[in-house]
């Protein structure tokens, strides 16, 4: 049964008045909530840039907090990541890689975010020596490479360590860093170092919390390149 034609003409006069508010309220909050959001990520960036120790760990706090509820774009996630792993302070970058791993417990697009801005990072590549003989020879070989290809890797440690010896090794941790792993392995081998690959994703059960884009270089009793036989001035 139709309606009589005025309320025909009425219904959709009184349905438009109705939407109206509702949609500047929802403008209203969706606006409210986006400048929110900005003054977090601006409060999280101050707190984390500032001099003083005990702030940039209130920002980092922040910075968890934020990631969790999935305000933190991947941008941010790449650009804070790059500030930390260029600053003076060195504890930073790894209190930002827990913070991160703690969020992604929470939020599960935190992870490929993680992984999407670590691979823009350089490589972190952590050198394990035999005897002090071989501890220059990974930043000697650094010095020989090209500028770009130099740039795009870090070596944040070099220690000693007792192992077996039989390779030279490269080690990886994440499946996804397989292609970067040889791909390092040839850059090394160009100037003059024979690394083996070694895939420690499935066989080692610290892999799983180990950061994308992060490598071991294991010596072992094979012959070093002449340049890092060379005596050092």
């Known amino acids: 049964m139709s309606l009589p034609r005025p309320w025909r003409e009425i219904l959709p006069q009184l349905l438009s008045t109705a939407l109206i508010p509702l949609t500047v309220a929802g403008i209203g909050w969706y606006y409210t909530r986006w400048q929110q959001n900005l003054a977090d990520l601006r409060t999280m960036i101050d707190l984390m840039t500032d001099a003083a120790p005990e702030k940039r760990k ?9 990631l969790k509820n999935d305000k933190v774009p991947v941008e941010f996630i790449t650009a804070q990541l790059d500030y930390a792993n260029s600053s003076s302070d060195r504890d930073l970058l790894p209190l930002l890689e827990s913070a991160v791993q703690k969020a992604s417990l929470v ?16 490589s972190r590549v952590f050198v394990h020596a035999l005897n002090d003989s071989q501890r220059p020879c990974a930043g000697i070989l650094l010095d020989e490479m090209k500028d770009g290809d130099k740039s795009a890797i870090t070596f944040p440690s070099v220690v000693l360590a007792k192992w077996s010896g039989e390779t030279h090794e490269l080690r990886y941790f994440k499946a996804s860093d397989r292609k970067r792993a040889e791909a390092l392995a040839e850059l090394f081998a160009t ?7 070694k895939d420690l994703s499935t066989s080692w059960s610290g892999a799983r919390d ?3 884009n992060t490598f071991e270089i294991w010596f072992g009793n094979p012959a070093l390149p002449p340049n890092c036989l060379q005596p050092q001035k």
């Open 191 to 197: 100037v003059g170092l024979q690394l083996t690959a």
């Open 107 to 122: 939020n599960n697009s935190v992870k490929s975010a993680y992984e999407e801005a670590t691979a823009r990072l350089p």
């Open 58 to 66: 209130y920002g980092v706090a922040m910075f968890e907090y934020l």
């Open 210 to 212: 180990s950061r994308p």
